[in-house]
């Protein structure tokens, strides 16, 4: 089933990226995700995107894909800073026969002002709380924080801290699935 998943998503990613805002991917020794972004609406108040996303970590055999939407904005008076909420629904399978099904609400921001020269800052953390959780699954929080360097203007460097923990209704404790530090790179299209 792990495969079959893997695949969909990434056929779904393929039929797309003719059209695609950006691809994320980021891997370490034990794990990879990837990432993909697409504009669905735009106003002169902001953007939404449709995200998805794709997320394997082999020392605890975790494998989770994720589709959401985030509502992103940018306030004016502070120059490459942008804001958003959004929300997205994890499905996935850990060690220990865990499935989970989780749908998080979330805050992201970036901040990469014209007068750093390329640098940036990324960050993100979503959580599912146990009325939105299913399956094995009591709760969910995924958080981020990346430096970003913008060596091209269609491709951004990144070495990120990444963190998912599952609280599972057999135990009483969350547990880290996914943690550690990942290089890679966003692409924009």
């Avoid at 695609?20 to 990837?34: C, M, P, Q, R, Y």
């Avoid at 959780?133 to 460097?157: C, G, H, W």
């Amino acid at each position: 089933m792990t495969i079959r998943t893997f695949l969909a998503v990434l056929l779904c990613l393929i039929t797309t990226l003719a059209n695609a805002d950006s691809v994320d991917i980021g891997f370490n020794n034990e794990s990879f995700h990837l990432g993909y972004e697409r504009p669905v609406a735009q106003d002169e108040f902001g953007v939404v995107f449709g995200t998805a996303g794709f997320l394997y970590n082999d020392d605890e055999k975790t494998k989770v894909g994720r589709i959401g939407a985030d509502f992103v904005g940018s306030p004016g008076q502070y120059p490459g800073t942008q804001l958003g909420m959004g929300v997205r629904l994890y499905a996935g399978s850990t060690a220990k026969n865990t499935d989970f099904i989780n749908l998080a609400l979330g805050l992201r921001a970036s901040y990469a002002p014209p007068q750093l020269g390329g640098f940036g800052v990324t960050a993100a953390a979503y959580h599912a709380p146990e009325v939105f959780s299913f399956s094995d699954a009591d709760n969910l929080t995924q958080t981020e924080i990346a430096l970003t360097y913008a060596m091209i203007p269609k491709v951004r460097l990144k070495l990120g801290y990444y963190s998912l923990r599952l609280k599972e209704d057999t135990r009483k404790n969350n547990r880290t699935i996914d943690e550690g530090l990942r290089i890679g790179f966003t692409g924009f299209f």
